[in-house]
């Protein structure tokens, strides 16, 4: 069996598993559709616990309809009770409730390693979490983290500080580690100048990851991708910051492969990643 020149099989001789808890997007270019994308194209086998349906186009997010938190958790358990999960990923956990359920379920059946993606807002500013469940997040699934990845809106919901500069979002990691993850990503993608700089933090040293940036508004669905291909090659068994340099380098492709969709934002691309050699 194969499953490609850059795969691998995970310690059980198989394909690696990925899961992410996350919520639909019906529009396709950023949520579960996003991380399923990505986990095909880092060649992982991918699962999805669904939070909450989205309804949205490129235009924006017109609302969204949340699982009751008893069917987030059951979905959770069913898979990695058979198949498994090398690794498993955050996105829009949309309410307290559903965090509550989820913490417990991921406590219990140990599911590590775990990227967090603190999803707030959609790119349009929609939110996707209540604001009475900010705190949940923080509280309760943020000391899960291996790794939580906030763009600069999140990590000023999450800490107060506005990231502005190099010394602020050190500051930020700082402040966020503290939060109990294990690492940090601090994202730079909403920085200006002609990279996009990360800023990785794990409690003992930083890292600076970057890459140029593309000039372009479609971008929806590039936090998720970048999360997602991280937590895939964490799946692969590669380190934290091999894992986040292959998350930054798939990301860096998607939002060179980005297309307009619609009236609105369109998608990172994934076809990059699917396209025959010749
Ligand atoms: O990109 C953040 C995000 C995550 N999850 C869902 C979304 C969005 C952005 O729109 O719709 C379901």
Redesign the pocket.
């Known amino acids: 069996m194969t499953i490609g020149e850059t795969g691998g099989m995970n310690s059980a001789g198989l394909i690696p598993t990925a899961l992410t808890i996350?919520?639909?997007?019906s529009g396709g270019?950023?949520?579960?559709q996003?991380d399923l994308k990505t986990f095909l194209g880092s060649r992982v086998h991918g699962m999805s616990a669904i939070t909450?349906v989205?309804v949205?186009n490129s235009l924006g997010?017109s609302g969204?309809y949340e699982l009751p938190p008893a069917a987030v958790a059951e979905q959770i358990e069913s898979v990695v009770t058979d198949i498994g999960v090398d690794a498993a990923k955050t996105?829009?956990l949309a309410s307290a409730a559903i965090i509550e359920a989820i913490a417990e379920t991921l406590t219990r059946l140990d599911v590590r390693p775990l990227v967090v993606?603190p999803?707030a807002a959609?790119?349009?500013g929609?939110a996707?979490l209540r604001p009475d469940a900010l705190e949940a997040l923080r509280v309760l699934i943020l000391p899960l983290a291996t790794l939580a990845t906030p763009n600069l809106g999140e990590v000023r919901l999450l800490t107060g500080i506005t990231v502005t500069d190099d010394a602020s979002a050190r500051d930020a990691a700082l402040a966020l580690h503290a939060l109990g993850p294990a690492a940090v990503l601090v994202k730079g993608g909403h920085r200006s100048g002609p990279d996009s700089v990360d800023l990785l933090y794990d409690g003992s040293s930083f890292v600076e990851l970057s890459a140029p940036r593309t000039a372009t508004d479609h971008t929806?669905?590039?936090?998720?991708t970048l999360a997602a291909a991280t937590c895939a090659a964490l799946a692969r068994g590669l380190a934290l910051v091999d894992a986040v340099r292959a998350g930054k380098a798939y990301v860096t492709g998607a939002v060179a492969d980005s297309y307009p969709l619609g009236a609105g934002l369109g998608p990172v691309g994934h076809f990059w990643r699917v396209r025959p050699l010749d």
């Open positions: 996350a919520g639909s997007d270019g950023a949520g579960i996003a909450a989205t949205q997010v969204f996105g829009m993606d999803v959609s790119q349009h929609d996707l929806h669905g590039s936090g998720d």
